[in-house]
């Protein structure tokens, strides 16, 4: 069989993970090489089929956990960058950091992008898991999609209407989360083309402004993946609701979109600050937990191990989690 160095130039071994996470965790990838273009994701993914290696892609390295043990197996870390307009449009590698997408909607007179201000992640990891907030979500503007279908290395052109967008969901997003889940997906974002409307750069600017305040006052600074669990939906925990609104002045807000925000549940049981190891809950947010320093993936889980228990105790919900774990599990080559 090949050697992969021969296959794939410019890949590297055993390079430690936690400097390409937002969370600052994580072990070495057995193999693990950078991406600067589409044909280069392409060549990469078509090298880690070859060697029956699993892969796992990743952009700004938000919003996933990656185990202590680190990846057995090809990360693969995206530097795709080029961004342009097109009237209205405009068309992004799915490496672009959401901060330079926005600057560059506002700077061209668009807006419907500013509230992706201040989220650390990628575009394509945005379209991935749907990302939203303040109310929306990266499906409203999505207009079509460029991606290699994983399983004959094609490259397919998707129309937002095809990408089954819900929330945190889409055709992209395994709908198992497990070690071998990133081999299963059907399809890899190479880039998008975004639907925007002719705005107004001040008003844009102030919008930004307002929301970097608002996140400011609400989310972590220090290492995080971001939100931890998804909200659960007040359709099918009525009474926990009720039970909890009578609390917040925010709660016809949620009544509204229909979700019970998962800080709330966290918090209503005391674990704000609550520390594991290097782990903590944000003491502002339940929904966040950081890297209060030197945490581990296993500090993390047990966190999140506990927040499951309380809440499904005293709730009677299991919480889902909205980060992808990365490298746990018996994988083997």
Request: proline share 3%.
């Amino acid at each position: 069989m090949a050697d992969i160095k021969t296959l794939l130039n410019g890949v590297q071994e055993n390079i430690p993970l936690a400097p390409y996470t937002t969370f600052k965790i994580g072990g070495p990838a057995r193999y693990f090489y950078i991406a600067k273009s589409a044909e280069d994701v392409k060549k990469a993914v078509g090298v880690a089929k070859e060697l029956k290696l699993l892969y796992y892609i990743i952009g700004n390295g938000s919003n996933i956990l990656v185990s202590d043990q680190g990846f057995n197996g090809l990360v693969i870390k995206l530097q795709t960058t080029n961004c342009k307009l097109q009237t209205n449009n405009i068309v992004c590698d799915s490496g672009v950091i959401l901060g330079k997408l926005v600057n560059e909607a506002i700077k061209n007179g668009l807006t419907g992008v500013e509230w992706m201000i201040g989220i650390p992640g990628t575009l394509g990891g945005a379209i991935y898991g749907n990302a939203g907030a303040f109310g929306h979500t990266i499906s409203e503007s999505v207009e079509s999609i460029e991606a290699i279908d994983a399983g004959n290395l094609s490259v397919k052109n998707l129309s937002g209407d095809e990408c089954g967008f819900g929330y945190r969901r889409s055709i992209f997003k395994p709908k198992a989360d497990h070690p071998r889940a990133d081999k299963e997906k059907k399809y890899i974002i190479l880039k998008a083309v975004l639907k925007l409307e002719k705005g107004n750069e001040g008003k844009s600017r102030e919008l930004v402004k307002n929301y970097l305040k608002k996140r400011k006052s609400r989310f972590p600074l220090g290492p995080s993946a971001g939100s931890v669990f998804k909200n659960p939906l007040i359709s099918e925990n009525q009474k926990a609701f009720e039970r909890l609104a009578k609390k917040y002045s925010e709660a016809e807000q949620f009544r509204v979109n229909g979700k019970i925000p998962a800080g709330w549940l966290i918090e209503e049981y005391g674990l704000l600050g609550k520390k594991i190891g290097g782990a903590m809950i944000f003491k502002e947010h339940g929904n966040f937990i950081v890297n209060a320093g030197g945490a581990t993936s296993e500090d993390v889980i047990m966190l999140i191990c506990l927040i499951k228990e309380k809440i499904r105790v005293n709730f009677g919900i299991q919480m889902e989690e909205e980060i992808q774990y990365v490298g746990f599990g018996e994988v083997k080559s």
